[in-house]
């Protein structure tokens, strides 16, 4: 019987950039985790601790200085047709259609164009956002132009759905509204989440596990398994449990925090 690989494995990463007058600034320091296929993970930290340079590696956009990191076995050289990123500032094309941003993606990798087609229009079906394919970014919502963004990140059927605080721009209501979405989307169409947040609700809401990382330079420094029964509303963020995971999230941030 052939080994299923771990879907994400993060193997000592390591990252500095340079800082004004030249100087060496780590960011990232021997951080290393292991995510199972289809599972959900919620990455939180204190603010400038590298949880979105970490996203950016995770992706290939941003080479780690030493370390590895692996998706389905396969070596992260750069950017692949295996992930996907939804961002926080939702960054759309605003020259073009909800259904060009969708299909963008499809485009640059060459899927023709009646296949193109097809495929956005049902991707911008599962974000609830048909009849709106001929809009552009400017006349929708903020909750609406990032549907738009989490459909073209789906439309590529990714492997692995990398979340760089997505919800963080938009108000509580559309966030919770949104977060509900995105759970129901993960149900039906299962894959690897990798979720940053600043959010310590947000994150046991969401997640089946949430990773803690330390103040910059930035390593997963606690883990906190969520065991909350799936599939979840709202009405969990009632329950005493729920509670528990939350301050337990934050009595491991509670030590990194300065005012």
């Known amino acids: 019987m052939e080994l299923i690989p771990p879907a994400i494995e993060v193997r000592q990463v390591a990252k ?29 930290g204190p603010s400038g601790c590298g949880k979105t340079t970490l996203l950016r590696v995770l992706d290939g956009l941003t080479p780690p200085d030493g370390g590895e990191v692996r998706i389905f076995g396969r070596r992260v050289t750069g950017p692949g047709p295996d992930r996907a990123v939804v961002f926080q500032d939702f960054a759309l094309l605003p020259w073009a259609t909800v259904l060009e941003n969708v299909a963008f993606p499809l485009e640059i990798r060459r899927v023709p164009a009646p296949e193109r087609d097809r495929r956005a229009r049902a991707a911008i079906a599962l974000v609830g956002l048909d009849g709106f394919e001929g809009y552009y970014p400017h006349a929708l919502s903020g909750g609406m132009q990032q549907r738009v963004g989490l459909a073209r990140a789906l439309v590529v059927d990714p492997q692995v759905l990398l979340l760089d605080e997505p919800f963080g721009a938009l108000d509580a209501q559309t966030r919770l509204v949104l977060q509900d979405e995105l759970l129901a989307l993960w149900q039906r169409r299962p894959t690897t989440v990798v979720l940053v947040t600043h959010d310590m609700a947000e994150a046991v809401y969401l997640a089946d596990r949430v990773l803690v990382m330390s103040p910059r330079p930035g390593r997963i420094v606690e883990e906190v398994p969520v065991p909350l029964p799936r599939p979840r509303d709202q009405s969990v963020r009632r329950s005493a449990r729920f509670a528990e995971l939350v301050e337990e999230v934050w009595t491991c941030l509670r030590g990194f925090v300065r005012l």
Not at 32 to 42: E, I, T, Y
Request: charged residues 20%.
């Open 16 to 44: 500095a950039f340079r800082g004004p007058e030249g100087e060496r600034l780590p960011v990232l320091e021997r951080l290393s985790f292991v995510v199972p296929p289809q599972q959900f993970v919620a990455v939180i």
